[in-house]
């Protein structure tokens, strides 16, 4: 009968299975050890403390030995430091020491050593008398108990930081007994002292509370929290068992064992139960003081889970637990749900019985729940033997049903086919179904990598088709960083392995394995591993932690961001001398242009220098005239470019040598200049300058200019033209023009008074202007018809062009008879008939339409094209012949 | 909001989208009231991404724009910088934060770094003392989609700090802006790279998209292909005087993150006007790839029309064919009409200022420049520019030109044109012209030729005036210089239409012949050429890609539409110009190819100059 082994507690049943028989069973006897076993089916250290058993005092330390849940074991060591007073686990499966001094050593449950941390000076000085481990809501918490009865408290061993907590008011002796909870995201500690309990904060804050208990109380002996940290137990000196909630608001039941002593261990079943362990036996105690006994041959051990009790024995490891509802829905004798009807319709189908039909009948509208009630069972059934029929009822009931979603039921197979796997002994996890999803399946493939169980991980990964970047290779990481431990294979051989085994996979991260290589101390393995990281970004850090910078240096370069480039330049330079940091970089033109670009902004000096070092002497030269542009004082300045034409020499720049020494020359002028007259001369161009004084009137300096720094005749006349022009000295232009013959043509004569709109002015050098230039200049002071007529003269086609060009939307009459012209002229040029070669017009020149402007496009000759010339407010399209 | 691709152009609004959504997330890690302060540079391309009543609804307060010369800033508690990754303004944020802390002024300050953080800048922050005080993020804003076909990166510094300063900071940028481009829109098949950047772009992205490779999908191509070009391949096109319509705007009014603004000399009304130019503008699409020579024209007519729509009312029977004008046409043709006075009103002041100061002689120069021919005449153009105190950066473009086509001047006219400009424009101009030497831009002929012994000397010459320069080779080759002289502007048959015939732009007749040839291959005598080489990679084996039938029917037939191969997205590092862009239009409707033109910043042949000029002291 499935229901052979439920044990009633008042309304609910309780069962107690085995899960394994202990593989320890021939060397251990539990009674002589101190034991601490992981929640969630985790591995189970024994302490065996020589001294409290030996009958002589001895100094031998004591030994730490780690079994798995199946008592297989994974490790052992003799301890060696100093003494321990408390043991227990973190939830990371990582195994913690609490000495008396308040020292928290934590290793991993191969023993290895992983970090220390203390509780406090306090606590250091005083001793520690108690201390508790807890899960807190940001993971494993430690609260140690001082003789001087203060509490402090971490919340998470990852991150150990000391509170203290409120002080209990009166307190003169050690607390007969305290616990910790977690309240509102908080810590607190309840101390029981006489008949009160004191409930103390990190806030300083104390709470006085006296629970209601019917007998009278002189003590609290035990107190114990459920793992929902919502129920409190606790045992009287009276022997009483008070159960309520832990706001001590709610009370339960109380219960009264009549035993004069404390239980060994006082527990929690889950959430629904009291357990209390007095030698071999065990007394579960529910709400409602329904209450069931049991007798074991031999000490055991008892470890609280979410859902039940783990009991450790010397020859078995049992499980206690509540049946699940579902389960008593299915299999408490007479049920009728519909379940039950399904699971039973099953089991007649197979014996192929036409009863089925009957059973899937009666319940046919239920069918849904029916199957997921199956499901469900299967999954809180530890023994594959019970999952099998149910999860085949579950698959029966299936086919009844049109369109159900199968998912639920492909899941439960998935997770059961885990569960199974991982509760095998040789693994040795018993988990249930309801902690595995309180767990979730990442916690527990990490778990099976903490036991170093990389096949069995990547597999599940595979079976579950996790992507591989959060399962297989993530696994294969794992598995690189424990096979870089392995000091007994050379360095050469484990690199090789890695890369075999994990190839390119993507979600990998050589860096992240290199840096462990490197915390265990085999830089060289850890350079090898670098080589197969593709991600500069990644490599290059590290390259630099292990102070190879030369590799970090090319390979920062290589990837082609320069924001690493300058990570690793700025590190470089704040690590080595400047010249040896210079010779560094000299080799490498990126780095070295990278971190010119760099000094350019920061610090120019440094550039410079680099220049200096490198024999650039150009550069350095341009840097220092760069450098007397920002300098304020012109003695400053002066300076600068001094240095910079130095350097100009050495760089054999005799260009930049020269004009440099101008420069200064210029500067010097200019400052004289500046304070003769009061006007600012300074950082004009040389042109600029001479043009000012000549407007200033000034014709002498400007001459000295000129001659003192050869400015060219044209240059100059055209200088001096336009600035007469500008300040319309005509007289003294006049004079000029009557002086030394003009480099430039009278032409530039008539163009800036044509400039400056003096017409009358711009006749007068028109006489003298060149003939070739004549009608040009015609056209520029505005005679355009003359001009027209001059071109004629001078038979020349492209200048009546010219002029044709130039001609505005008055001038109609004008361009007429400039067009009569040029027929003629190109008549007369060629030999040809007239009628061959006529210009040839698109649109009438007739209607003058002045809202419109238009292009005028000339394509005589190659170097002509894409003229755009205004013509007037016509649309033409003019082609001439070529000549 | 999203809308949908334009003739085949792939959508890029969706990175505008994402863009913002980022911003936004950005600003609400500070949540309450803060100010904004923005780096000048950021200014436009934030515009285009978010508008300042999305900001406001986000809890900006006020927004600044970054002034590196204040040593300290008023505003609220919490303050927002979003600027570029430099040390220099990562000084003054620390001044900033410092002066505040003097006067115990307590506030919050976070830092977002476009478009990435820099270890440089944190360091400065260190080492100020503020990091402790700031919080630090990163705001990757790259691609700015100035319109369907055209994406900037916004970076005008990328010429200087790439090609003269050998910066590769942002070759990254250019980098993973086409790694996330190619998320959005699937991985490009082929991939042609012209010059060295082009390359290293091309490495890095191969880089960075392995990294990622699982986490992508490739099912979606958009883009067949991906052509790189330095700029430095092609000096002389972004120096040539543009006559196309867009490219006049850019030159005479600047034309900023595709956004305009108009004085009131061209509005004719007091108020300036903000004009966003893009292919939405009806009137502007029609005349932005225009001959300047046939735009006026078109304008006219367009007027016309316009003034005969308006004029229909006159004709409109009914009350309710009036109502209906009123409701749906007078708004247009309003609208359009404003548009049109602006666009009227630009004309007349391009042609204004291209009719004044010689611009023909001008024009003429540099175009006998391209052909390499009267060498003398063009040098004394130059010469009587500088002497005539004309503007410096005409001048400066013409020296360029004449070294670019040439291979350098030669030694005694380098000097002398040096010395000339100098006097003219100032000493600070030596430093111009070690930056122009260092680009390779103004060279004179003796830098490479090793020149040891006289006899060499003079072989050397008898080389150099025998030898044609490269630059004429490659037009040879190229045909770059067409031989026909009819060059119908208005209705165009060839790319150098942009320049009224007289030069088809290296860099586009490039991207042909690699599009034509489907590689390099056959095209050794002109690559050999090319500075930085060429390197080509495909991606696609054996065009299986394409050919296999998609499941999606909508994505098959969306497929047969538009072969993805027509689709060729054309990356300029260091900037293009509107001429360029317009080139390529011009190509793709010739060839029937799609053209999706990405560039680090638009520039044109003044602000190509300036940024590598050095700034007169103050």
Same mark, same amino acid.
């Given at each position: 009968?499935?229901?052979?082994?439920?044990?009633?507690?008042?309304?609910?049943?309780? =069962?107690?299975?085995?899960?394994?028989?202990?593989?320890? *069973?021939?060397?251990?006897?539990?009674?002589?050890?101190?034991?601490?076993?992981?929640?969630?089916?985790?591995?189970?250290?024994?302490?065996?403390?020589?001294?409290?058993?030996?009958?002589?005092?001895?100094?031998?330390?004591?030994?730490?030995?780690?079994?798995?849940?199946?008592?297989?074991?994974?490790?052992?060591?003799?301890?060696?430091?100093?003494?321990?007073? %408390?043991?227990?686990?973190?939830?990371?499966?990582?195994?913690?020491?609490?000495?008396?001094?308040?020292?928290?050593?934590?290793?991993?449950?191969?023993?290895?050593?992983?970090?220390?941390?203390?509780?406090?000076?306090?606590?250091?000085?005083?001793?520690?008398?108690?201390?508790?481990?807890?899960?807190?809501?940001?993971?494993?918490?430690?609260?140690?108990?001082?003789?001087?009865?203060?509490?402090?408290?971490?919340?998470?061993?990852?991150?150990?930081?000391?509170?203290?907590?409120?002080?209990?008011?009166?307190?003169?002796?050690?607390?007969?007994?305290?616990?910790?909870?977690?309240?509102?995201?908080?810590?607190?500690?309840?101390?029981?002292?006489?008949?009160?309990?004191?409930?103390?904060?990190?806030?300083?804050?104390?709470?006085?509370?006296?629970? @209601?208990?019917?007998?009278?109380?002189?003590?609290?002996?035990?107190?114990?929290?459920?793992?929902?940290?919502?129920?409190?137990?606790?045992?009287?000196?009276?022997?009483?068992?008070?159960?309520?909630?832990?706001?001590?608001?709610?009370?339960?039941?109380?219960?009264?064992?009549?035993?004069?002593?404390?239980?060994?261990?006082?527990?929690?079943?889950?959430?629904?139960?009291?357990?209390?362990?007095?030698?071999?036996?065990?007394?579960?105690?529910?709400? @409602?003081?329904?209450?069931?006994?049991?007798?074991?041959?031999?000490?055991?051990?008892?470890?609280?889970?979410?859902?039940?009790?783990?009991?450790?024995? =010397?020859?078995?490891?049992?499980?206690?637990?509540?049946?699940?509802?579902?389960?008593?829905?299915?299999?408490?004798?007479?049920?009728?749900?519909?379940?039950?009807?399904?699971?039973?319709?099953?089991?007649?189908?197979?014996?192929?019985?036409?009863?089925?039909?009957?059973?899937?009948?009666?319940?046919?509208?239920?069918?849904?729940?029916?199957?997921?009630?199956?499901?469900?069972?299967?999954?809180?059934?530890?023994?594959?033997?019970?999952?099998?029929?149910?999860?085949?009822?579950?698959?029966?009931?299936?086919?009844?049903?049109?369109?159900?979603?199968?998912?639920?039921?492909?899941?439960?197979?998935?997770?059961?086919?885990?569960?199974?796997?991982?509760?095998?002994?040789?693994?040795?996890?018993?988990?249930?179904?309801?902690?595995?999803?309180?767990?979730?399946?990442?916690?527990?493939?990490?778990?099976?990598?903490?036991?170093?169980?990389?096949?069995?991980?990547?597999?599940?990964?595979?079976?579950?088709?996790?992507?591989?970047?959060?399962?297989?290779?993530?696994?294969?990481?794992?598995?690189?960083?424990?096979?870089?431990?392995?000091?007994?294979?050379?360095?050469?051989?484990?690199?090789?392995?890695?890369?075999?085994?994990?190839?390119?996979?993507?979600?990998?991260?050589?860096?992240?394995?290199?840096?462990?290589?490197?915390?265990?101390?085999?830089?060289?393995?850890?350079?090898?591993?670098? @080589?197969?990281?593709?991600?500069?970004?990644?490599?290059?850090?590290?390259?630099?932690?292990?102070?190879?910078?030369?590799?970090?240096?090319?390979?920062?370069?290589?990837?082609?961001?320069?924001?690493?480039?300058?990570?690793?330049?700025?590190?470089?330079?704040? *690590?080595?001398?400047?010249?040896?940091?210079?010779?560094?970089?000299?080799?490498?033109?990126?780095?070295?242009?990278?971190?010119?670009?760099?000094?350019?902004?920061?610090?120019?000096?440094?550039?410079?220098?680099?220049?200096?070092?490198?024999?650039?002497?150009?550069?350095?030269?341009?840097?220092?005239?760069?450098? *007397?542009?920002?300098?304020?004082?012109?003695?400053?300045?002066?300076?600068?470019?001094?240095?910079?034409?130095?350097?100009?020499?050495?760089?054999?720049?005799?260009?930049? %040598?020269?004009?440099?020494?101008?420069?200064?020359?210029?500067?010097?002028?200019?400052?004289?200049?500046?304070?003769?007259?009061?006007?600012?001369?300074?950082?004009?161009?040389?042109?600029?300058?001479?043009?000012?004084?000549?407007?200033?009137?000034?014709?002498?300096?400007?001459?000295?200019?000129?001659?003192?720094?050869?400015?060219?005749?044209?240059?100059?006349?055209?200088?001096?033209?336009?600035?007469?022009?500008?300040?319309?000295?005509?007289?003294?232009?006049?004079?000029?023009?009557?002086?030394?013959?003009?480099?430039?043509?009278?032409?530039?004569?008539?163009?800036?008074?044509?400039?400056?709109?003096?017409?009358?002015?711009?006749?007068?050098?028109?006489?003298?202007?060149?003939?070739?230039? =004549?009608?040009?200049?015609?056209?520029?002071?505005?005679?355009?018809?003359?001009?027209?007529?001059?071109?004629?003269?001078?038979?020349?086609?492209?200048?009546?062009?010219?002029?044709?060009?130039?001609?505005?939307?008055?001038?109609?009459?004008?361009?007429?008879?400039?067009?009569?012209?040029?027929?003629?002229?190109?008549?007369?040029?060629?030999?040809?008939?007239?009628?061959?070669?006529?210009?040839?017009?698109?649109?009438?020149?007739?209607?003058?339409?002045?809202?419109?402007?238009?292009?005028?496009?000339?394509?005589?000759?190659?170097?002509?094209?894409?003229?755009?010339?205004?013509?007037?407010? =016509?649309?033409?399209?003019?082609?001439?012949?070529?000549? | 909001?999203?809308?949908?691709?334009?003739?085949?152009?792939?959508?890029?609004?969706?990175?505008?989208?994402?863009?913002?959504?980022?911003?936004?997330?950005?600003?609400?890690?500070?949540?309450?009231?803060?100010?904004?302060?923005?780096?000048?540079?950021?200014? /436009?391309?934030?515009?285009?991404?978010?508008?300042?009543?999305?900001?406001?609804?986000?809890?900006?307060?006020?927004?600044?724009?970054?002034?590196?010369?204040?040593?300290?800033?008023?505003?609220?508690?919490?303050?927002?910088?979003?600027?570029?990754?430099?040390?220099?303004?990562?000084?003054?944020?620390?001044?900033?934060?410092?002066?505040?802390?003097?006067?115990?002024?307590?506030?919050?300050?976070?830092?977002?770094?476009?478009?990435?953080?820099?270890?440089?800048?944190?360091?400065?922050?260190?080492?100020?003392?503020?990091?402790?005080?700031?919080?630090?993020?990163?705001?990757?804003?790259?691609?700015?989609?100035?319109?369907?076909?055209?994406?900037?990166?916004?970076?005008?510094?990328?010429?200087?700090?790439?090609?003269?300063?050998?910066?590769?900071?942002?070759?990254?940028?250019?980098? /993973?802006?086409?790694?996330?481009?190619?998320?959005?829109?699937?991985?490009?098949?082929?991939?042609?790279? $012209?010059?060295?950047?082009?390359?290293?772009?091309?490495?890095?992205?191969?880089?960075?998209?392995?990294?990622?490779?699982?986490?992508?999908?490739?099912?979606?191509?958009?883009?067949?292909?991906?052509?790189?070009?330095?700029?430095?391949?092609?000096?002389?096109?972004?120096?040539?005087?543009?006559?196309?319509?867009?490219?006049?705007?850019?030159?005479?009014?600047? $034309?900023?993150?595709?956004?305009?603004?108009?004085?009131?000399?061209?509005?004719?009304?007091?108020?300036?006007?903000?004009?966003?130019?893009?292919?939405?503008?009806?009137?502007?699409?029609?005349?932005?790839?225009?001959?300047?020579?046939?735009?006026?024209?078109? +304008?006219?007519?367009?007027?016309?029309?316009?003034?005969?729509?308006?004029?229909?009312?006159?004709?409109?029977?009914?009350?309710?064919?009036?109502?209906?004008?009123?409701?749906?046409?007078?708004?247009?043709?309003?609208?359009?009409?404003?548009?049109?006075?602006?666009?009227?009103?630009?004309?007349?002041?391009?042609?204004?200022?291209?009719?004044?100061?010689?611009?023909?002689?001008?024009?003429?120069?540099?175009?006998?420049?391209?052909?390499?021919?009267?060498?003398?005449?063009?040098?004394?153009?130059?010469?009587?520019?500088?002497?005539?105190?004309?503007?410096?950066?005409?001048?400066?473009?013409?020296?360029?030109?004449?070294?670019?086509?040439?291979?350098?001047?030669?030694?005694?006219?380098?000097?002398?044109?040096?010395?000339?400009?100098?006097?003219?424009?100032?000493?600070?101009?030596?430093?111009?012209?070690?930056?122009?030497?260092?680009?390779?831009?103004?060279?004179?002929?003796?830098?490479?030729?090793?020149?040891?012994?006289?006899?060499?000397?003079?072989?050397?010459?008898?080389?150099?005036?025998?030898?044609?320069?490269?630059?004429?080779?490659?037009?040879?080759?190229?045909? +770059?210089?067409?031989?026909?002289?009819?060059?119908?502007?208005?209705?165009?048959?060839?790319?150098?239409?942009?320049?009224?015939?007289?030069?088809?732009?290296?860099?586009?007749?490039?991207?042909?012949?690699?599009?034509?040839?489907?590689?390099?291959?056959?095209?050794?005598?002109?690559?050999?050429?090319?500075?930085?080489?060429?390197?080509?990679?495909?991606?696609? /084996?054996?065009?299986?890609?394409?050919?296999?039938?998609?499941?999606?029917?909508?994505?098959?037939?969306?497929?047969?539409?538009?072969?993805?191969?027509?689709?060729?997205?054309?990356?300029?590092?260091?900037?293009?110009?509107?001429?360029?862009?317009?080139?390529?239009?011009?190509?793709?409707?010739?060839?029937?190819?799609?053209?999706?033109?990405?560039?680090?910043?638009?520039?044109?042949?003044?602000?190509?100059?300036?940024?590598?000029?050095?700034?007169?002291?103050?």
């Amino acid at each position: 009968m499935a229901t052979a082994d439920w044990n009633p507690l008042g309304e609910i049943y309780y =069962k107690k299975c085995e899960v394994y028989s202990m593989g320890w *069973s021939d060397i251990v006897d539990i009674s002589k050890f101190e034991v601490s076993a992981a929640p969630y089916g985790g591995p189970i250290a024994l302490l065996k403390d020589e001294s409290k058993t030996a009958r002589v005092q001895v100094s031998t330390k004591p030994i730490i030995t780690v079994f798995t849940a199946a008592g297989k074991q994974i490790s052992q060591m003799r301890w060696n430091s100093g003494s321990i007073h %408390k043991m227990g686990w973190s939830h990371t499966e990582d195994l913690l020491f609490v000495q008396d001094d308040g020292v928290v050593l934590v290793y991993d449950m191969f023993l290895t050593f992983k970090k220390t941390f203390g509780m406090g000076q306090e606590a250091k000085d005083v001793k520690v008398i108690d201390c508790k481990i807890f899960s807190s809501y940001q993971g494993t918490g430690i609260a140690v108990l001082t003789s001087t009865y203060r509490v402090f408290i971490i919340n998470s061993v990852d991150d150990p930081r000391i509170r203290r907590l409120a002080e209990v008011p009166g307190l003169s002796s050690a607390p007969s007994s305290w616990a910790v909870i977690n309240l509102d995201r908080q810590s607190r500690a309840l101390i029981a002292k006489g008949s009160e309990l004191c409930l103390i904060d990190q806030g300083g804050q104390y709470q006085v509370q006296t629970p @209601d208990v019917s007998t009278e109380v002189t003590q609290f002996l035990a107190m114990s929290l459920s793992f929902n940290n919502r129920c409190l137990a606790m045992f009287t000196d009276k022997g009483v068992i008070w159960i309520g909630s832990s706001d001590l608001q709610k009370k339960y039941c109380e219960f009264n064992t009549k035993s004069p002593t404390p239980p060994q261990q006082l527990s929690w079943c889950g959430a629904g139960a009291v357990v209390g362990l007095w030698g071999n036996m065990m007394l579960v105690v529910g709400p @409602d003081k329904d209450w069931i006994n049991f007798n074991f041959d031999n000490p055991v051990h008892l470890v609280e889970e979410e859902d039940g009790l783990r009991i450790i024995g =010397k020859y078995q490891h049992e499980f206690l637990y509540k049946v699940p509802e579902v389960t008593e829905k299915i299999f408490k004798i007479g049920s009728m749900e519909p379940g039950a009807m399904l699971f039973e319709a099953s089991k007649e189908f197979y014996k192929g019985s036409q009863k089925a039909d009957e059973y899937i009948r009666i319940i046919k509208d239920k069918l849904e729940i029916a199957v997921s009630q199956c499901i469900e069972a299967a999954g809180h059934e530890i023994d594959p033997a019970k999952q099998k029929p149910l999860l085949r009822a579950a698959a029966f009931g299936k086919c009844f049903l049109t369109d159900y979603n199968p998912e639920a039921y492909v899941n439960m197979c998935q997770m059961l086919r885990v569960l199974n796997q991982v509760r095998n002994h040789v693994i040795g996890i018993p988990l249930t179904y309801s902690q595995l999803q309180h767990l979730s399946m990442p916690i527990l493939i990490d778990r099976l990598v903490l036991r170093k169980l990389f096949y069995y991980a990547v597999k599940i990964c595979q079976y579950l088709k996790i992507a591989d970047a959060e399962g297989a290779s993530r696994i294969l990481a794992h598995w690189a960083c424990y096979k870089v431990q392995q000091k007994n294979e050379d360095d050469e051989t484990i690199a090789r392995a890695i890369n075999q085994k994990l190839g390119d996979t993507p979600g990998i991260s050589y860096s992240d394995i290199a840096n462990h290589a490197l915390e265990e101390g085999r830089p060289d393995l850890a350079t090898r591993l670098l @080589d197969f990281e593709p991600r500069a970004g990644q490599q290059v850090p590290l390259l630099m932690k292990m102070h190879k910078d030369n590799i970090a240096l090319s390979k920062a370069i290589e990837s082609g961001d320069t924001d690493l480039v300058y990570t690793v330049l700025l590190h470089l330079k704040e *690590s080595m001398n400047q010249g040896e940091f210079f010779m560094a970089i000299r080799n490498m033109p990126i780095a070295y242009a990278l971190f010119i670009q760099y000094c350019r902004q920061q610090n120019r000096k440094l550039m410079e220098d680099l220049f200096y070092q490198e024999d650039n002497f150009q550069e350095e030269g341009t840097c220092k005239v760069v450098n *007397s542009f920002n300098e304020d004082r012109m003695e400053d300045r002066i300076e600068e470019l001094k240095l910079a034409q130095a350097c100009f020499t050495k760089a054999k720049n005799e260009f930049a %040598k020269v004009q440099t020494e101008e420069q200064i020359k210029l500067l010097k002028y200019q400052q004289r200049l500046e304070e003769e007259m009061n006007r600012p001369y300074l950082n004009l161009s040389l042109h600029q300058t001479i043009y000012r004084l000549t407007l200033a009137n000034n014709h002498k300096v400007a001459e000295q200019l000129r001659k003192e720094f050869k400015v060219p005749d044209r240059r100059f006349w055209w200088l001096k033209i336009n600035a007469l022009g500008e300040c319309g000295d005509w007289v003294e232009l006049e004079r000029f023009s009557k002086g030394k013959k003009a480099p430039v043509g009278m032409e530039a004569f008539v163009e800036v008074c044509a400039k400056h709109g003096n017409m009358k002015e711009a006749m007068k050098y028109l006489v003298k202007v060149s003939p070739e230039q =004549k009608v040009k200049c015609l056209v520029k002071v505005g005679e355009r018809k003359k001009a027209a007529e001059t071109a004629f003269e001078n038979k020349n086609e492209e200048e009546l062009s010219y002029v044709l060009s130039k001609c505005g939307p008055s001038d109609k009459q004008l361009v007429d008879t400039i067009r009569e012209k040029q027929e003629f002229i190109i008549i007369q040029q060629r030999s040809g008939s007239p009628s061959e070669c006529s210009a040839k017009e698109s649109t009438s020149s007739s209607d003058a339409d002045h809202n419109q402007l238009a292009l005028y496009h000339v394509t005589c000759q190659p170097h002509n094209r894409g003229y755009m010339v205004p013509i007037g407010y =016509k649309c033409t399209i003019y082609v001439t012949c070529p000549a | 909001m999203a809308a949908p691709s334009v003739k085949g152009f792939p959508d890029f609004q969706r990175l505008k989208i994402l863009a913002k959504d980022e911003f936004t997330s950005l600003l609400d890690q500070m949540p309450g009231r803060k100010d904004l302060v923005i780096d000048g540079e950021l200014m /436009k391309p934030l515009d285009r991404i978010a508008s300042v009543s999305l900001l406001k609804q986000r809890g900006v307060d006020k927004i600044f724009k970054f002034d590196s010369s204040l040593k300290s800033m008023h505003g609220c508690e919490q303050r927002i910088y979003l600027v570029r990754p430099r040390m220099t303004t990562m000084k003054a944020i620390a001044d900033h934060i410092n002066s505040d802390r003097n006067i115990n002024f307590k506030r919050k300050y976070s830092i977002i770094f476009v478009p990435r953080k820099l270890h440089t800048c944190l360091s400065v922050l260190e080492y100020e003392g503020v990091m402790g005080c700031v919080t630090v993020s990163e705001f990757q804003l790259d691609f700015v989609p100035l319109d369907k076909d055209v994406l900037s990166l916004e970076l005008p510094e990328f010429l200087k700090s790439f090609y003269l300063e050998n910066d590769q900071t942002w070759i990254h940028t250019v980098a /993973k802006s086409l790694v996330r481009l190619q998320a959005l829109s699937g991985e490009i098949g082929h991939v042609y790279c $012209i010059g060295r950047g082009a390359k290293m772009v091309n490495d890095l992205m191969n880089f960075l998209m392995k990294r990622n490779s699982s986490e992508q999908d490739f099912s979606r191509h958009e883009i067949g292909s991906l052509i790189l070009i330095d700029r430095d391949v092609d000096y002389v096109t972004p120096l040539c005087s543009q006559l196309t319509y867009e490219g006049l705007l850019d030159e005479t009014f600047g $034309i900023k993150c595709g956004t305009i603004e108009f004085g009131p000399e061209v509005t004719g009304k007091q108020q300036s006007a903000k004009l966003l130019l893009n292919s939405d503008d009806a009137i502007f699409e029609d005349v932005r790839n225009r001959h300047f020579s046939n735009v006026l024209g078109y +304008l006219s007519s367009k007027a016309k029309s316009l003034q005969q729509d308006f004029d229909k009312r006159h004709g409109l029977k009914s009350v309710g064919d009036m109502k209906d004008f009123v409701a749906n046409e007078l708004r247009r043709l309003k609208e359009q009409k404003s548009v049109l006075a602006n666009h009227i009103g630009a004309c007349e002041q391009i042609l204004g200022k291209k009719t004044k100061g010689g611009f023909e002689d001008y024009l003429q120069t540099e175009h006998s420049l391209l052909e390499g021919s009267g060498l003398r005449d063009n040098v004394n153009f130059i010469e009587e520019l500088l002497f005539k105190q004309d503007n410096m950066l005409k001048t400066l473009k013409l020296i360029c030109l004449l070294s670019l086509t040439q291979n350098g001047i030669s030694p005694q006219t380098y000097k002398s044109l040096k010395t000339q400009y100098l006097q003219s424009h100032g000493f600070e101009q030596l430093v111009t012209f070690s930056n122009l030497k260092s680009l390779g831009i103004v060279t004179d002929q003796e830098t490479g030729s090793q020149a040891g012994t006289p006899l060499n000397k003079v072989a050397s010459g008898m080389a150099a005036m025998t030898r044609r320069s490269t630059f004429q080779s490659l037009c040879k080759k190229l045909s +770059l210089i067409p031989k026909s002289d009819d060059i119908d502007l208005k209705n165009p048959t060839d790319m150098s239409y942009v320049f009224s015939g007289a030069y088809t732009p290296l860099s586009c007749k490039l991207v042909e012949q690699v599009l034509t040839r489907g590689g390099f291959t056959g095209m050794e005598e002109i690559t050999k050429y090319l500075p930085g080489g060429v390197h080509s990679e495909n991606h696609v /084996k054996a065009s299986k890609d394409h050919s296999t039938p998609v499941k999606d029917k909508s994505g098959k037939s969306a497929r047969q539409d538009r072969p993805v191969s027509k689709v060729v997205l054309v990356y300029f590092l260091g900037g293009c110009t509107y001429s360029e862009i317009t080139a390529l239009r011009f190509l793709g409707k010739l060839k029937g190819y799609i053209f999706v033109i990405t560039t680090t910043a638009i520039i044109n042949s003044s602000t190509m100059l300036e940024s590598v000029m050095e700034k007169p002291p103050i």
